[in-house]
């Protein structure tokens, strides 16, 4: 074809070393690659930490020796093609695969110094100590004010004034107190997908959590009800930490300060999400940011 | 698969290569109307000037659509912005030539007055760069344009000895201070036409290797 880049085209020739396929190659075959992890993500301290985590699912290995810090109070992104292992290694710092009975896992994860797979981690201790939405908002079926303070009470808690303080500071932080404060003995069923979403996200940052962690949290909302959410994800820099997969690589780089990219169950490359999409070290992470590959 | 974008980035070193021609070309015809003391080619290099500036607008226009239509990242991003500069400095070169050219009018019937020898190779030097600035920024080759920086030293030198030249020409011959003052405009616009030429090619390192060298010493 006669656009098609000429050998020299600068494009096709990012500093790193070889072939653009040749880490995917490895990759693909089966082989371990070193991720290029970037000083300023080691530099910062680290809410969580991934060590050698490897995940089976029955025979099939789906995280391969994953070494990843989390950085505190920063919006990490997790990107990469359908099937790379992002999602599950999201639901693994939870511990939600202990749910999926084939599952077998070798390594670590430590959250503010915890092990999280030691056999004495009681597992909902742990998952209080997190937050999480899904794709789909999934918001009880009650109304707005109890969604928001549901962990408070199953917790214990009564007070009506503690339980009051709560639900606006959530829904203030989940920014959206101005449109429901006027309805929150409504049903949450009633809301749009975007307001539902919002409202996952108030009643997981209500438990205080030390890690939020959103699972392609926009997938299911329309561009506008995405927008908001991403606002959202912005207002959260610095008060929480956040871990977000997302297939949507415009989202990444809007919404988030790290991005690290997978590939087949490795890590790839990580770093500072303005290096990620303005000079990735990596032809790898070039080609597949760029939409020449995934 | 070609990616669509792939075309539109295409395009955009098509036209950035063709305003690279014209105004290599504009450089040369300028310098060579001043060694040859040629009016009419001059002139001529005044005429085109006005189709630079079209081309200019043209690459600007392009390189905002893909902004906004494609959002480019990495290596595609960075080709666009490197563009976006190298067709502003491509544009000022022109400018540059027209201005040559414009002195060239005026030493017209100015009397046998010898351009320094320096000039002559020191427009051969800035022509150099001129041309391989944007071989560099076609082949996206960060040797070549590493290269040119160095060449850089070499046109100030010779601007440097021209300057002294004429300085003592206008004390021995005060009489011809109009056309030696002329001629230090143009050996001016020369120099200024190889610090263009140092632009795109740090345009280029960085539109390689994602490094922003300007305001930087040569490694």
């Not at chain 2, 189709?51 to 080709?79: G, N, S």
């Amino acid at each position: 074809m006669s656009n098609s880049p000429s050998p020299a085209d600068p494009r096709q020739s990012p500093p790193s070393a070889g072939p653009a396929t040749d880490r995917l190659a490895v990759v693909a075959a089966g082989g371990q690659v070193e991720p290029e992890v970037h000083e300023r993500v080691r530099q910062t301290p680290a809410v969580l930490e991934i060590d050698r985590f490897n995940l089976w699912y029955g025979t099939k290995q789906a995280l391969h020796s994953i070494t990843m810090p989390i950085p505190h109070g920063k919006v990490t992104a997790l990107i990469g093609p359908s099937g790379c292992g992002k999602s599950t290694l999201l639901r693994s710092v939870n511990r939600l695969n202990d749910l999926v009975p084939s599952v077998r896992i070798t390594g670590e994860m430590r959250l503010n110094g915890d092990p999280i797979y030691d056999q004495r981690m009681d597992v909902i201790e742990l998952r209080k100590r997190m937050g999480m939405v899904f794709q789909r908002p999934n918001p009880f079926p009650m109304s707005i004010y109890e969604n928001v303070v549901y962990a408070l009470r199953i917790d214990g808690e009564s007070r009506r004034v503690v339980l009051d303080e709560v639900c606006e500071r959530s829904l203030r932080g989940a920014a959206l107190w101005d449109e429901v404060k006027d309805r929150l003995g409504e049903s949450a069923l009633g809301l749009s997908g975007g307001q539902q979403q919002r409202l996952c996200i108030a009643r997981a940052i209500a438990a205080e959590p030390e890690v939020l962690l959103l699972d392609e949290p926009c997938s299911a909302l329309d561009p506008i009800a995405t927008g908001k959410v991403e606002d959202l994800i912005q207002e959260l820099r610095g008060l929480y930490s956040v871990l977000i997969v997302t297939h949507n690589m415009q989202q990444a780089s809007r919404s988030s300060d790290y991005t690290a990219f997978m590939y087949l169950g490795r890590l790839i490359e990580y770093g500072p999400t303005t290096d990620i999409f303005t000079k990735p070290v990596l032809r790898e992470t070039e080609a597949y940011v760029t939409g020449r590959f995934g | 698969m070609t990616r669509h974008i792939d075309r539109q980035i295409g395009n955009l070193k098509e036209k950035i290569r063709r305003v690279g021609t014209v105004v290599e070309e504009a450089i040369s015809k300028s310098i060579s109307a001043v060694i040859n003391r040629d009016v009419q080619l001059a002139q001529r290099v005044l005429a085109n000037d006005e189709a630079i500036d079209r081309m200019e607008v043209e690459v600007e226009e392009e390189c905002l659509k893909i902004l906004a239509l494609y959002q480019p990242v990495a290596a595609d991003l960075r080709f666009v912005v490197a563009v976006l500069k190298i067709n502003n400095d491509l544009e000022r070169m022109g400018d540059l030539a027209k201005n040559i050219a414009k002195r060239v009018a005026q030493l017209e019937g100015a009397g046998p007055v010898d351009l320094p020898p320096e000039i002559r190779t020191m427009a051969m030097q800035a022509e150099e760069m001129v041309r391989e600035c944007l071989a560099a920024v076609i082949d996206g080759d960060p040797v070549l344009a590493r290269r040119i920086r160095e060449q850089d030293d070499v046109v100030d030198e010779a601007r440097q000895k021209v300057r002294r030249r004429i300085l003592a020409g206008i004390k021995e011959h005060p009489e011809n201070v109009e056309v030696l003052l002329r001629i230090n405009s143009i050996t001016k616009h020369i120099e200024r036409i190889a610090d263009m030429a140092t632009n795109v090619a740090e345009d280029v390192i960085y539109m390689v290797e994602g490094d922003i060298v300007r305001h930087r010493p040569e490694e």
